[in-house]
């Protein structure tokens, strides 16, 4: 059987998390074809798996490149995200693939579209044969606002490889310092990921605490002139660092410098932020928007003790306040991440789908 596989590669770990789950397929005795678009054109194998890259261009040459692919490759199964959706699964049925797959990643509220981009997203959803949401909620959402059958969606979760990257050293904007709480808050500066929140609790925590407190904000975005003028006016230049940016083994040494991770965001389909933060053991405050939530036990690992009202900055600051007081130990967190997020069952769910095997 031959599988292709439409994604962005790239050096980010939801790429990497796609090419291991095609090196795992190939393990198991699937032909597996990945293809993506970006600056320039390529071929390459790696690890069993077929990597074609085109150059990307217009909406008509990035279509025709789709199609082109499906056309020679001639797979089984075709599995696409984001942009590839709508190609993918468009010549995937005119040119008779057998089981046509689409991943979908994006909440409703988080990019608000218009109602022809609703209507237009929702022809080429129902073309495909399944769909796969990674929360309930972006399920849901499936259901109800795109229009595709119980029948044809599946819902999954990610796991996240972070742990592979080791730990460099500390980032030179981070001071170490035990008598110091350290609170990360990572993700792209636009104003739904709701960094204003983690900003003015800490403000309200160092009026009443002595203990020195530092906000170490990680990403950039539109938003970033803003923040830093509220930091500005809260008199917190000292307290709030933005640290810009980070690549993945950044990013691996940021979780492991925090005391707790705060994700405040308004909306988030699922929130790989969340799983990156609690596989590497960091303890983690996180919004009740995060799709992830879904797929953990609450009666094991009740979910008040952890998560908040993005829109209620009293109840982040309740929750941080223990931190002031005491160590968590990051056992916790890391117990969440395996009994939740753990590869193999994950991996087994996505290869029966694939297969169009029974759950």
């Not at 073309?127 to 595709?148: F, Q």
């Not at 933005?242 to 308004?266: K, T």
């Not at 405050?285 to 908040?308: M, Y």
Request: proline content about 5%; hydrophobic content about 40%; aromatic content about 14%.
């Amino acid at each position: 059987m031959k599988i292709l596989i439409l994604y962005t590669y790239n050096k980010g770990l939801l790429s990497e998390y796609f090419q291991e789950l095609s090196e795992k397929l190939c393990e198991d005795g699937l032909e597996v074809v990945n293809f993506y678009l970006k600056h320039k054109e390529t071929f390459f194998k790696q690890k069993g798996v077929t990597i074609y890259g085109e150059k990307r261009g217009g909406y008509i040459h990035n279509y025709r490149a789709i199609y082109n692919i499906i056309k020679q490759t001639k797979p089984d199964v075709i599995v696409s995200n984001f942009s590839y959706i709508n190609p993918a699964v468009l010549f995937g049925k005119l040119l008779g693939v057998k089981h046509n797959i689409a991943w979908f990643h994006t909440a409703y509220h988080h990019t608000k579209p218009s109602i022809w981009k609703v209507i237009n997203k929702r022809f080429y959803l129902k073309l495909a044969d399944i769909v796969i949401a990674n929360s309930r909620l972006l399920e849901s959402e499936l259901h109800t606002i795109y229009g595709v059958s119980k029948h044809n969606t599946r819902c999954i979760p990610f796991w996240t490889n972070i742990t592979n990257y080791p730990y460099d050293s500390t980032l030179p904007q981070i001071e170490k310092n035990p008598s110091v709480l350290h609170i990360g808050c990572p993700g792209r500066l636009v104003a739904d990921k709701n960094h204003k929140v983690a900003i003015e609790a800490l403000y309200q925590l160092k009026s009443e605490y002595k203990k020195s407190i530092r906000l170490y904000i990680a990403g950039d975005g539109p938003n970033r002139n803003t923040l830093e003028a509220l930091v500005k006016e809260l008199g917190m230049e000292e307290d709030v660092i933005f640290l810009g940016l980070l690549n993945v083994n950044e990013m691996a040494s940021f979780y492991r410098d925090m005391d707790v991770v705060v994700l405040p965001s308004f909306h988030e389909a699922f929130g790989l932020v969340f799983i990156e933060a609690i596989a590497l053991g960091t303890p983690v405050l996180v919004s009740k928007a995060f799709g992830a939530l879904d797929f953990i036990n609450a009666q094991t690992f009740p979910l008040e003790a952890f998560s908040f009202n993005p829109y209620d900055t009293q109840e982040l600051i309740d929750k941080l306040e223990p931190y002031l007081q005491t160590d968590y130990r990051p056992n916790y967190f890391k117990a969440i991440y395996d009994d939740t997020f753990e590869k193999a069952p994950i991996y087994n769910q996505i290869k029966r789908v694939l297969l169009n095997q029974p759950s």
